[in-house]
């Protein structure tokens, strides 16, 4: 079993595990669940794959990443929740959050309450100074999430589309 990073009251975010594959791939195979996030269109298996090997491999490197979200209630993969390097554009090399959510367990609060930890997390444990967050416009659920979890919008900025999105920070209150 892989390890569990931490909880809420409804999940356990959680390492990944080869087996997760495929009922990641479920989830990011639906057109609706995939419309805003990477190249708006559902992944395919050999994406999904590559994705978990990634977060595999970063959690053991540096130990954080972006972590599975099993839901408490039946024990089902239903997303992912966690942090990653920005690779382009002005955001380039900062730490950057970001969450997923099956179809099936939307508006039910899940992802605020696994953003919510998991940025908690990041601060307490990690120290990151600070995290942003970016989402496109008409993903009207993942900007009130941003809000939800104390970030504060900030200019739009190019995503690696050149489409201008809105974005978010949040800096460590720990740190001075």
Known sequence: MARIITETERLFIREWCLEDVEALYKVM?????????????????????????QCMAESSSREWTTWALISKYDKTLIG???????????????TEMGWLID????????????????LTLGM????????IASAREENTQ??????????????????????????????NPNKK
């Open 29 to 53: 195979s639906d057109e609706e669940v995939m419309r805003y996030v990477w190249d708006y269109n559902p992944a395919t298996f050999n994406q999904v794959e590559q994705f978990v090997l």
């Open 103 to 118: 179809r099936n367990y939307w508006g039910n609060g899940l992802a605020t309450e696994a953003a919510l930890k998991v």
């Open 142 to 171: 993942s900007v009130k999430i941003m809000e939800k979890i104390g970030m504060t919008l900030i200019n739009p900025s190019l995503n690696p589309k050149g489409r201008l999105v809105p974005h978010a920070i949040i800096t």
């Open 80 to 94: 992912y929740c966690g942090f990653l390097v920005r690779s382009y554009g002005e955001y380039k090399g900062e």
């Open 124 to 131: 307490d444990s990690w120290s990151f100074n600070k995290v």
